[in-house]
Nanobody
Framework: QAQLVESGGGLVQPGGSLRLSCVAS????????MAWYRQAPGNQRELVAL???????NYADSVKGRFTISRDSANGTLYLQMNDLKPEDTAVYYC???????WGQGTQVTVSS
């Protein structure tokens, strides 16, 4: 079973940037699509971005043009570059493998002045 460990969250001012990382181990990471989800207090978990094993990407409308998902299959790492952050981006961010329903523990992102 894969282990997914996120990092890179924190407190940032509106308009700022953060890069999240997710290190995957214990599985054939490179064969699977990977995704970032987020969950804000009182809200359901929602898909933020997805990247296939071949590098095709898909984004939620709310983050298009601001967030970029990428992967380094050689190092087993998934990234989420987040630019022009807004208070409504505040949430716990999770990486996951949809085909296996594997989830990381999450990393908190807080956007506030």
């Amino acid at each position: 079973q894969a282990q997914l460990v996120e990092s890179g969250g924190g407190l940032v001012q509106p308009g700022g940037s953060l890069r999240l990382s997710c290190v995957a181990s214990g599985s054939t990471f490179r064969f699977y699509a990977m995704a970032w989800y987020r969950q804000a207090p009182g809200n359901q978990r929602e898909l933020v971005a997805l990247i296939t094993s071949g590098g095709t990407t898909n984004y939620a409308d709310s983050v298009k043009g601001r967030f970029t998902i990428s992967r380094d299959s050689a190092n087993g790492t998934l990234y989420l570059q987040m630019n022009d952050l807004k208070p409504e981006d505040t949430a716990v961010y999770y990486c996951m493998i949809p085909a296996r329903n594997y989830w990381g523990q999450g990393t908190q992102v807080t956007v506030s002045s």
